[in-house]
């Protein structure tokens, strides 16, 4: 059977049980999951950067003041 939104539809195998969203019953399966999966691997990138750009420009040498005042 196609479309609708009951479990039936699923696979055997895929279901991962109900759950209660806003007073109605969503049946969360793999396929609900990888958007996630995305949004939180995103999220590690983006953390990782951060600590990266912290550390460039907390542990940063000074610059020299003749770099910025002379002729190059």
Do not use: C, K, Q
């Not at 019953?25 to 983006?46: C, F, K, N, Y």
């Amino acid at each position: 059977m196609m479309g609708g939104g009951g479990g039936a539809d699923h696979p055997a195998g895929r279901e991962m049980g109900p759950e209660v969203v806003g007073g109605r019953t969503v049946e969360l399966s793999r396929d609900h999951l990888w958007p996630l999966a995305i949004v939180l691997g995103l999220a590690a990138v983006v953390l990782v950067n951060l600590l990266f750009i912290y550390v460039a420009v907390s542990e940063a040498d000074p610059v020299v003041p003749s770099y910025v005042s002379e002729h190059r």
